[in-house]
């Protein structure tokens, strides 16, 4: 099976990758391998799909305007 090399990963992005193997109980050459295969199967279409079944599901439900709260959280 072919091998990649990935060069100049941050000392912090490693350190969470390491975490992330450790809550799914993976080596990090596993949880590495996880994640590429998930992101090469990744198809838009699942994505909008998945987007329109929320937006039913959200659908005659009103909300509050969070201007407000948006923009104190902006003022901090």
């Known amino acids: 099976?072919?091998?990649?090399?990935?060069?100049n990963v941050s000392p912090s992005t490693l350190a969470a990758l390491k975490a992330?193997?450790?809550?799914h109980?993976?080596?990090l050459e596993a949880e590495?391998?996880?994640i590429l295969e998930q992101a090469?199967?990744?198809r838009p279409v699942?994505?909008?799909?998945l987007a329109a079944r929320i937006r039913g599901r959200l659908a005659?439900?009103?909300f509050s305007?969070?201007?407000a709260l948006i923009a104190a959280d902006r003022r901090r």
């Open 20 to 23: 992330r193997a450790r809550r």
């Open 25 to 27: 109980q993976r080596t």
């Open 32 to 34: 590495l391998r996880s």
């Open 40 to 42: 090469a199967s990744f």
């Open 46 to 49: 699942d994505a909008r799909a």
């Open 65 to 67: 305007d969070s201007t």
């Open 1 to 7: 099976m072919p091998s990649v090399l990935v060069r």
């Open 60 to 62: 005659g439900r009103r």
